[in-house]
């Protein structure tokens, strides 16, 4: 069949590239958000407060060219916040996301190989934490981190990880226990185990190897979802970072772009727009990647079909 | 069959405490008291919310709500029931009592969530409005996605299976919340189909948010029985029935779509659960009526009888979800049953 011919499997589909293309694009701009963006994000500026967009030009409201997405009601710039909200979302899939990974891989792979108890304890716990509603849970969890010193760490952002790897690693951990099961059956670690190969061995030789392809795509199509997150949080208005002084700044993130332009959506939509956009941009891409990840490595379910 | 149900309900009840028992001591670790939360002063709702509690009224308030018993105390009195200081008995989850909202007043929470507004039935209180929307979208997306996975598999790698495997995945890589509010600007601000705040009693209201929840898992819904088709398809005994003369169709109807139906069935849960936990989201966009509505608000309020409430009838419902999925595919599937 012309689907099984080399030159078709090797070529990229356009959708694929496009993906790496604004993937790359947000990083570039997340690495350099500091060099491009006009002004500082937090800089107020008195009497330039609630500019419209620079393309405006109604009368009563004309945008200001210095300031292309306009300002929020404390002059500050809504671009250079735009710029800054792509290094908080890289941050957060730099970070998170391999934090959860790793407690769910340590997590499956010890409840796979361990005995009958951690076995037990292992699917009694992802039960309860699965029979938890997971915003929820979420939330409970940036509440009670944020009111502590560590909640101030990174702007806040280390307690959107917390409670993203407090939620997610059952789901990761859940797919690696599966295939941890699967391994132990075949003969090569029946052979390991009989050569004398201890637990450690068994794993770094054996089991990762086995598990890495899941682990990719799990990595990939879970990106999204923690930058999803924290635009959630923004979108329904629970905030990151406490502000016992009474001002409700919120972090530099497209969630507080979006919950600060949520309430200013008569005045300038954009605010909300944009990173909604940028999001939806970021996370189709990591979708269509994780899409295109998936199929290439477990081609057995296509080619062994029969009727 | 008997020893199953015994083990199953064991379990039901094990998971259920352990729930509850999270839940409660991660609320408790939320520092503040329902009367002075920190997030009291944000969005509109703070003109409302914002009430001047000196000590001593607090004090007096957590002495009537037992907020200042010991936290075992509180837990038990919780689950079990206590004795009042008047003598009273109050008895707590294994009476199906839910506890007592402290920001409302003092309503018992099953009240709020089970009782519908005056002279309306039962299917418009909290909870009810939240079972029927899940209840909708989920026999959707059974309904919808079962029969496009297996035209898809029938007709799989012909440009029907790719165009429609494209198109689902592009919508549901769409965050929810953006169709949500993208819809709202379309349907509600631009279009005026659609009250901001509608007449829930009315289904045409109702068309939107399902939608969107039936958007959400259904590429999955798709994709697994697609997937569980073609694996159906490649048994030993598919070649088998291909080589005593049964036709493509013939074949697909008789063995391979019996044999999918098995592993489809088992991932129902996990979309069931989806869909409750997307449900959530929907509810806060849409100001929908259901119980999650209820649950943001709680948590932002600190309402410790509220979420409580609320966990352990989500916790319920995923544990019946399961529970039942499980019964049907013993039933279906002789192989479960001789374990």
């Known amino acids: ?104 891989i340590l997590v499956g792979i010890i409840a796979g190989l361990g005995n009958k108890t951690t076995e037990a304890i292992f699917l009694r716990l992802t039960d309860i934490v699965s029979s938890l509603p997971s915003f929820m849970f979420a939330v409970i969890v940036i509440f009670i981190v944020r009111a502590t010193p560590t909640g101030e760490i990174f702007g806040g952002l280390i307690t959107l990880t917390l409670a993203f790897a407090l939620v997610n690693w059952v789901n990761l951990a859940r797919l690696i226990y599966a295939s941890v099961l699967k391994i132990k059956q075949q003969e090569f670690m029946e052979a390991a185990r009989s050569l004398g190969a201890g637990k450690l061995r068994q794993v770094f030789k054996h089991v990762l190897p086995h598990i890495s392809h899941l682990v990719i795509v799990w990595i990939v199509s879970n990106i999204p979802a923690v930058i ?30 979006i919950f600060m332009g949520r309430s200013n959506l008569k005045l300038n939509p954009f605010m909300l727009l944009v990173p909604t956009v940028c999001i939806l941009a970021i996370s189709m891409s990591f979708s269509i990647l994780g899409e295109y990840l998936r199929e290439r490595t477990n081609p057995q379910i296509e080619s062994s079909q029969i009727v | ?52 509690v000196d000590d001593l009224t607090v004090e007096r308030l957590s002495q009537h709500y037992g907020l200042n018993l010991p936290l075992w105390r509180q837990f038990t009195r919780y689950m079990i029931g206590d004795v009042e200081t008047d003598g009273k008995l109050v008895c707590g989850v294994i009476c199906g009592n839910l506890g007592l909202s402290v920001r409302q007043g ?48 029938f007709w799989a790698k012909s440009w029907f299976d790719k165009a429609l495997s494209t198109l689902l995945t592009s919508v549901a890589s769409i965050p929810i919340f953006i169709l949500g509010l993208l819809s709202l600007m379309i349907f509600a601000s631009g279009l005026n189909w659609i009250n901001v705040l509608p007449d829930w009693t009315q289904p045409k209201y109702w068309i939107i948010p399902t939608a969107l929840l039936v958007i959400i898992p259904l590429a999955t819904m798709v994709r697994l029985t697609r997937a569980s088709m073609l694996d159906a398809m490649s048994g030993d005994y598919i070649r088998t029935a291909r080589a005593k003369g049964l036709t493509r169709s013939q074949t697909i109807w008789k063995h391979v779509l019996p044999n999918a139906l098995i592993t489809i069935l088992t991932f129902l849960v996990p979309i069931f659960v989806e869909l409750l936990a997307a449900s959530f989201i929907i509810e806060a966009i849409f100001a929908f009526p259901g119980f999650g509505q209820e649950y943001w608000d709680a948590i932002r309020d600190l309402d410790y009888g509220r979420i409580m409430g609320i966990t352990f009838l989500y916790a319920c419902g995923i544990i019946f979800t399961n529970f039942f999925l499980e019964s049907v595919y013993r039933l279906i599937d002789p192989r479960m049953r001789s374990e």
Request: aromatic fraction near 10%; avoid cysteine.
């Open chain 2, 1 to 52: 069959m008997l020893s199953f149900l015994f083990q199953r309900i064991a379990r039901a009840l094990f998971i259920l405490v352990s729930v509850e028992l999270l839940v409660f001591l991660l609320v408790h670790a939320i520092p503040g008291n329902p009367w002075d939360t920190p997030d009291k002063q944000i969005g509109a709702r703070s003109a409302l919310t914002m009430l001047y």
């Open chain 1, 1 to 104: 069949m012309e689907a099984g011919s080399p030159e078709k499997k090797s070529r990229i589909h356009w959708s694929v590239g496009l993906s790496i293309f604004i993937i790359v694009l947000m990083a570039l701009a997340a690495l350099f958000a500091s060099i491009i963006s006009p002004y500082d994000p937090m800089r107020m500026e008195i009497g330039q407060s609630n500019y419209p967009p620079a393309w405006y030009n109604t009368p009563g409201r004309v945008g200001h060219a210095d300031h292309l997405l306009g300002t929020d009601r404390f002059g500050r710039d809504i671009f250079s916040h735009l710029l800054h909200g792509a290094r908080a979302a890289m941050f957060l899939a730099l970070i998170a996301i391999p934090l959860t990974a790793l407690l769910g």
């Open chain 1, 228 to 257: 999803l997150l924290e635009a959630l949080m923004g979108y329904i208005g629970i905030q990151i970072l406490q502000r016992t002084d009474g001002s409700s700044f919120q972090d530099l993130s497209w969630g507080g772009l």
């Open chain 2, 106 to 153: 003092g309503r018992n929470v099953q009240e709020i969530l089970f009782s519908p507004p005056k002279g309306q039935s039962p299917w418009n209180s909290r909870v009810g409005y939240t079972v029927r929307l899940v209840t909708y979208s989920f026999v959707i997306v059974a309904l919808l996605g079962v029969p496009l996975g297996v035209a898809s598999a």
